[in-house]
T-cell receptor, first 114, second 114 residues
Framework: DTEVTQTPKHLVMGMTNKKSLKCEQHMGHRAMYWYKQKAKKPPELMFVYSYEKLSINESVPSRFSPECPNSSLLNLHLHALQPEDSALYLC?????????????FGEGSRLTVL | KQEVTQIPAALSVPEGENLVLNCSFTDSAIYNLQWFRQDPGKGLTSLLLIQSSQREQTSGRLNASLDKSSGRSTLYIAASQPGDSATYLCAVRPENTGFQKLVFGTGTRLLVSP
């Protein structure tokens, strides 16, 4: 199983809503990532978890709140978002954080903020 | 600072042609280089990973080469098919100290016409 599964595939929310994106992998990977991708741009790193601990926060606004409940799951909690936060949110995982490792990406969650 | 460039930005070819996508990077100190495919609105699919000690990798009709010293990689697609239409991204994993953040190119949008 080399899959990273993301839900939901599509999400529409208002600026006052609270919602969550979910990501799951069963490859035994110990590093998990959230990326944000705007149209026709490469993915931009948001957060990295290593062994369920937040290792990297790329100066992301606090309206995005990551959570790693266990080694297989990664959540991204969304609150008071802005229309410019509309994007494709990609989850990825790798065997570990550093060194010669390969990243595996999910299909993404398309977020629209009204 | 590592920068990754992909040329051309867009490519349109008739079915059956062999084609080459180019990726160049400014700092040769990398652990590996990964080629991804992305269909519109979808996640990234890992195509090939080339470790820094390798010269090339092959998977089916795809062949990726790496010339680390000159900072170049090419993705060769043989006998292209309409199903190959997608955006192709290369990404390098730098050998910096600390967190080796994946650096993406801006992609090549490929259209293969029947």
């Amino acid at each position: 199983d080399t899959e990273v599964t993301q839900t939901p595939k599509h999400l529409v929310m208002g600026m006052t809503n609270k919602k969550s994106l979910k990501c799951e992998q069963h490859m035994g990977h110990r590093a998990m990532y959230w990326y944000k991708q705007k149209a026709k741009k490469p993915p931009e790193l948001m957060f990295v978890y290593s062994y369920e601990k937040l290792s990297i926060n790329e100066s992301v606004p606090s309206r995005f709140s990551p959570e790693c409940p266990n080694s297989s799951l990664l959540n991204l909690h969304l609150h008071a978002l802005q229309p410019e936060d509309s994007a494709l949110y990609l989850c990825a995982s790798s065997p570990r954080l550093t060194g010669d490792v390969e990243l595996f990406f999910g299909e993404g969650s398309r977020l629209t903020v009204l | 600072k590592q920068e990754v460039t992909q040329i051309p930005a867009a490519l349109s070819v008739p079915e059956g042609e062999n084609l080459v996508l180019n990726c160049s990077f400014t700092d040769s100190a990398i652990y590996n280089l990964q080629w991804f495919r992305q269909d519109p609105g979808k996640g990234l699919t890992s195509l090939l990973l080339i470790q820094s000690s390798q010269r090339e990798q092959t998977s089916g009709r795809l062949n990726a080469s790496l010339d680390k010293s000159s900072g170049r990689s090419t993705l060769y697609i043989a006998a292209s098919q309409p199903g190959d239409s997608a955006t192709y991204l290369c990404a390098v994993r730098p050998e910096n100290t600390g967190f080796q953040k994946l650096v993406f190119g801006t992609g090549t949008r490929l259209l293969v016409s029947p």
